[in-house]
């Protein structure tokens, strides 16, 4: 039920994944247990940090729901990224790739082991990531910096985390229209649109105190601060968007007329921080957690102009920068939860789980120009309820059923976009879902099979269209009441140590439940996934290693009118250990299939599709030595 893609077409720079057919914004994803959703689009920026996953010891994804302690609530799953600190044994390691569209990773790594006795561990990394990317203009700069040292003692451990990164990408807003994109040299022609610039620093310390062996406490607390752009030259622009008139000596119906060129920046600086407290009580039948979260946010956004073409406003500002519009953005939310699971038996348990979401949401806009000064603010509160019961056969089957509901706030330019003048704010209901689930799961041997049926009831479902007039913003569009449902299998195989196989298969049903669209099919979401993948070892120091996968066709609008055709895609690589070397070398895409990976279509003097494509056929080769 898993799908990514990234706008450049290679991997690189802005990524995207969605569960289940709900992007990312509806997604709960986690570094070490602190919130990475945006707190004003709930949106995830997996650009701010490349090479994130190399600190990774588990990569933790949940379909569904979940429960209270994955979070924040989620509607399509639950992502959490678990970093390792301690390790047994001292490294320090050097890694450098180099690969098609003239991409090139480096990397430095470093862990103390125990070096510094028993209860003291630290780890370090520097990561750097560069690319032209597939598509014209959509290079990228990626620099991350990963530092973590770890205390212990036979009743708390305390973990302390900094993640800085760094990005820098080149990006263009529209796709490639449907007659280039099966040309193999138009699908990758673009233009220079915008370039994104953002810092994120992520702070964290995570403590677990065990009070007594069977009660345990553990808190979280985060620090997270982001501050960065995006800039674009605009052609054409009146004066009145702008609030240019500045000395306002010109009449609305005449600034709407005058016109420049100008260069704009787009500016985000925002931070929040907060705190996650749990309380774990164990017994022999029953484990109760008790636990809450509390987040301050506030994002100052303001945008800036400058290179006029019109002589007037060059004479006035000369190369300063104007501010043509600033608003605050605050909110202050708390989680509290109760997850309580009870054991029956070796067979039965059951687990209830209940969450109150509390959330108030303020926008300060200033009064420059035509900007209405808008003071704006929101209240959303929320009860989750969640239950299941689990039942083993025998030592190979077992088989659960579940319900659960969540529910979201709108993001904030769901209800006012502050950085136009011409906008005025409107009333957004939250989206809430009802979440039924059903599996099966066995194994016998050295097959292992996971089952899963789902059905999602969605009330209010927030649609979304590229913003063709707007680059970096979205149209959006009520989906009143839309069902998210389908069936889900995993298989793994691993008949001996040298070789291993998996498929998975998600079949699914996205579709509109009532008004003039009532069965249509929703936009972008794949109704039909499939990954097959192969480990094999031939000896001791190498492993092949192969992926299929399947994506079944996506519709591009709510009326169904366009479509982004299926497609299957084959990597394949293979790892060498030589001594303290390791080499990596991967082919992706290795028939070289022309496929898209996402789209958008609208009316205008007929039907007009765009594409983002994917990379031919590509290769990236790695060399680590270690220490």
């Known amino acids: 039920g898993v799908y990514v893609y990234s706008e450049s077409g290679n991997g690189t720079g802005y990524s995207y994944v969605s569960i289940r057919g709900f992007d990312q914004s509806r997604i709960a994803v986690m570094l070490d247990n602190v919130p990475l959703n945006d707190n004003e689009s709930h949106q995830v920026y997996w650009v701010d940090h490349g090479d994130i996953l190399s600190d990774a010891k588990d990569v933790q994804i949940q379909r569904g729901i979940g429960n209270s302690l994955y979070g924040a609530a989620a509607f399509g799953g639950s992502i959490n990224i678990l970093t390792q600190i301690a390790k047994t044994e001292p490294q320090l390691s050097f890694t450098a790739g180099h690969g098609s569209y003239n991409t090139s990773k480096y990397s430095i790594k470093m862990n103390t082991g125990q070096k510094l006795g028993d209860n003291l561990s630290l780890t370090a990394r520097v990561s750097r990531i560069t690319t032209d990317g597939y598509r014209e203009y959509h290079g990228s700069e990626q620099n991350g910096f990963f530092f973590g040292i770890e205390h212990r003692t036979p009743k708390i451990s305390n973990q302390f985390r900094a993640l800085i990164g760094y990005e820098n990408a080149n990006l263009a807003w529209d796709g490639v229209s449907s007659s280039d994109i099966n040309n193999r040299k138009k699908r990758r022609e673009s233009y220079k649109a915008y370039t994104d610039d953002f810092l994120q620093q992520i702070y964290s310390l995570n403590t677990i105190y065990k009070i007594k062996s069977n009660i345990i406490f553990r808190n979280v607390s985060y620090l997270v601060k982001g501050k960065g752009y995006y800039e674009t030259q605009k052609q054409g622009q009146n004066f009145y968007s702008y609030n240019l008139d500045i000395n306002n000596q010109y009449p609305d119906s005449t600034e709407k007329n005058m016109e420049t060129d100008l260069l704009r920046r787009k500016w985000l600086n925002n931070q929040y921080f907060g705190i996650i407290p749990t309380l774990t009580l164990k017994q022999d039948r029953y484990r109760l957690d008790i636990g809450a979260e509390f987040r301050s946010y506030r994002g100052d956004h303001f945008g800036k102009v400058t290179n006029f073409s019109d002589t007037n406003l060059v004479n006035h500002f000369g190369n300063d920068w104007y501010e043509y519009y600033d608003y605050t953005g605050k909110k202050l939310s708390s989680t509290f939860f109760l997850h309580f699971a009870y054991f029956v038996s070796n067979k039965l348990s059951f687990f209830t789980d209940f969450q109150y979401q509390k959330h108030h949401w303020t926008l300060e806009q200033d009064r420059i120009g035509h900007a209405a000064g808008h003071s704006l603010s929101a209240y959303w509160d929320f009860q989750n309820p969640r239950f299941g019961i689990m039942y083993n056969m025998n030592d190979h089957v077992s088989l659960f059923v ?187 895409n290795l028939f070289d299939t022309l496929y898209s990976t996402f789209g958008y279509g609208y009316e205008y003097n007929g039907y007009n599709a765009f594409y983002w494509p994917g990379a031919t056929r590509n290769m990236f080769v790695a060399v680590s030595y270690s220490l």
Do not use: C
């Open 402 to 588: 579940n319900y659960g509901k969540s529910s979201k706030e709108p993001a904030d330019n769901q209800i006012i976009k502050a950085d136009d003048v011409f906008s005025e704010p409107v009333k957004a209901a939250a989206e809430v879902i009802d979440d039924y689930e059903a599996g099966l799961q066995f194994q016998f041997h050295k097959i292992a099979v996971k089952t899963n049926f789902y059905r999602i009831n969605y009330d209010n479902e927030q649609l979304k269209n590229i913003d063709i007039e707007q680059e970096g913003e979205y149209e959006y569009f009520s989906g009143d009441a839309t069902i998210h449902q389908g069936f889900e299998i995993s298989i793994k195989y691993e008949p001996g140590n040298n070789f291993s196989a998996f498929m998975n298969n998600s079949i699914s049903q996205n579709i509109f439940t009532t008004g003039e669209f009532k069965d249509n099919v929703l936009p972008t979401t794949p109704s039909f996934l499939l990954n097959v993948g192969a480990n094999y070892s031939p000896s001791e120091n190498l492993v092949l290693f192969s992926n299929f996968r399947y994506v079944g066709k996506q519709y591009l609008d709510i009326a169904n009118a366009g479509k982004i055709e299926s497609y299957s895609v084959i990597d394949f690589g293979a790892k060498y250990q030589w001594k303290k070397v390791e080499i990596t070398a991967k082919i992706n």
